[in-house]
Structures are given as C-alpha cells and as structure tokens.
C-alpha cells in the first residue's frame, strides 16, 4: 500500500509497505486526511528532538473505521481521530496521570512510524469518536488539544494580559482558547501575513510584528506598563523563547509549547524579581483532547479558521520543502489520503 516516508533529512519518499497486520485490540483504520504539522516540517529539516530516521511522519489523523471487533464502541464505517501518544502506564509520570509527559512516551509519527500510509492498525484506545465533526475538524483535534493543554498549564484567570508568541496554527489556537478563558491577548509573530489572518479571525486581539525593534516598548504601552502576566511561547525558536523571559510581567508565568534543541539562557536576577513560574506543556492530556473536540463540535472553532492548503499524498515528496516557506502563506496544509 502507498506509504510517504521520510527517509532521511530532506527527502520524503512514496513508498510501498505492507498492510498493517493488527492485534485483537486493534482497530485497522483508512486513512483520510493527515495534517501537516511543526514536528513534520522539524523532522523534514532535520531539527526535531528526539527523532531518528527513516520514518513515517504524520500524527494529525482523520479516518474511517475499516474493521473493528464489536464491543468495543466503535463501528465500521465511522470517522475517528487518534489520539497519537503511548505512554507506559508505570512510570512515575503516568502514575500521577500525567500520561503526556510519560519517561517511555512514544508519539506516533516521531518516535514510532505515523500516520502518512493508505491503512493502519491502532489500539482502540487510541481512537476517539468523530461523531459532529468533518474530516477537516477531525484533523485539527492534534494541534487544538496541544493549545489547549498549554493554556491549561497557564490557569488563565479572566482579564489577564496573554502574550502568544508564534501565530502558526499553535499560536493560533492559544489566542482562541486564551480568549475563550477570558484573557486580552496580544500576538506576535514575524509574518505579517499571518497577524493579519489573527486580525481576521478576533477583532479584540492586539498583534505586534516581532521583527519590529521597539517590542519591549509596544509591549510596556499595550499593557499600561505592566507587560504580560502570561506568556505562552509557540515558536519553538530559541531566539523567541529567550526573548520572552523580558516581556513577563511581575509575578507571571511562562508556559513553553514550542520546542527546540539548544539551551536557554535567562537572567536569573530578572527571573528572580519577577518571582516567575517557568512552565513546559508536552503533548495533551484526554481533557484537552475532549476540549477541543467539543469546541469544533460547538462551531467555536472551524477548520477553516486553519486550513489553507490541500495537498494530494503523492505530491508531498515534491511540495513538502515548500511547506517551510514563510512566503507560502500556509497557516495548516493538509494531506489528503483519501485516494491513497
Ligand atoms: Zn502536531
Ligand atoms: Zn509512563
């Protein structure tokens, strides 16, 4: 069956693989639509954390239920989405429920081959109904649930000041889940282009275009002085993310989505006064995932607020050096695998 493989940095390959040969819990699933994500385009680069090669990307899965044993609350025929993470269920991490941050986590798609195939076969606990949502929503739960635990991770309380950092589909879904809990929220990004789809989608969201170099200042004018109570970096780059520790306020947080590879450096005096909370947020939890689902059911958040590019499967190994482009255009490319 056709598979898109990334072979080594650069090179993304079509394939032929086997057909998935499933466990008695396993449901085998046809693969309908795969989004295109960070991690991917990282891993494509050859700069994602703990990856290695060759693999088979992909971890924002729509699908359709190809065979499933009864009893087990799915049918033939249904639309689902998975939920990409495998976490040990011993470890100290899982043992306090904190399954996404689990010591032997493996995500599909990065530390195990993913979701860029005709079929593939998955434990039913994986699988979450996609019951009210399209294809389209169904592909979006990943990254809105990513979004969703780092505003958790927040404790937004209503009124504060909310600096996202990075205005990619991420970036994108904290301003509207950090709007959502109640938070003025100022965007920055250096792509003008998509400031102004944030613009488009909130007229209450501020936006600052990061390669200005008065930032610290819009920052201190947009918030009376105050700067911004949370950050939230969406970036994953080490510039940004080193920056950030200079727009938080007093007494503030700052909650790391993005990731990247280096170290990072900060003034602990600074840090100090400000008495800060530095946060990371790793993958979802089920509650993010159930967020999410429900704010795309609710119609709160639509696909189309996302999705601006479709790409047929077979011509990912061509296009997939474009997706990096930031002249693109591109907030979320999708793969399509319904041929497939
Ligand atoms: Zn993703
Ligand atoms: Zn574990």
Do not use: W
Request: some cysteine; hydrophobic content about 40%; overall charge negative.
């Amino acid at each position: 069956m056709d598979t898109i493989i990334c072979h080594t940095p650069g090179v993304l390959q079509l394939i032929q693989t086997d057909e998935p040969r499933p466990h008695p819990t396993d449901a085998v699933l046809k693969i309908r639509q795969v989004g295109i994500c960070g991690t991917d385009l990282h891993a494509f680069k050859g700069v994602q954390p703990y990856f290695n090669y060759p693999r088979i990307l992909g971890h924002e899965l729509a699908a359709e239920v190809l065979h499933v044993l009864p009893g087990y609350g799915f049918e033939v025929g249904q639309l689902v989405t998975v939920k990409p993470y495998f976490h040990c269920g011993s470890c100290i991490a899982c043992r306090q429920g904190k399954t996404n941050c689990c010591v032997d986590m493996k995500v599909y798609g990065v530390h195990i081959d993913g979701g860029m195939r005709a079929r593939v076969s998955l434990p039913v606990s994986a699988l979450l109904n996609g019951d009210g949502l399209s294809v389209d929503g169904l592909s979006l739960v990943e990254p809105l649930a990513i979004a969703a635990h780092g505003v958790r991770r927040a404790a937004i309380q209503p009124g504060e000041c909310v600096l996202v950092m990075g205005a990619g589909p991420i970036g994108i879904s904290t301003m509207l889940l950090a709007q959502a809990a109640g938070a003025q929220v100022i965007i920055m990004d250096t792509n003008v282009y998509r400031l102004r789809h944030c613009e488009a989608l909130s007229d209450q969201v501020v936006t600052i275009d990061a390669s200005d170099v008065a930032i610290y200042q819009q920052l201190r004018h947009q918030t009376q002085g105050d700067m911004a109570s949370v950050v939230i970096d969406c970036t994953g780059s080490q510039l940004a993310i080193t920056n950030g520790f200079d727009y938080l306020a007093h007494g503030g947080r700052y909650v790391l989505i993005g990731l990247q590879q280096a170290n990072i450096a900060f003034s602990h005096p600074e840090f100090h006064k400000r008495e800060g909370t530095l946060l990371s947020s790793r993958n979802a939890l089920t509650e993010d995932f159930d967020q999410a689902i429900r704010l795309l059911r609710g119609g709160t958040i639509r696909p189309d607020m996302f999705i601006t590019h479709r790409i047929p499967y077979t011509e990912l190994p061509e296009s997939f050096a474009d997706l990096l482009k930031p002249s693109s255009g591109i907030i979320k490319a999708v793969a399509d695998f319904s041929e497939s």
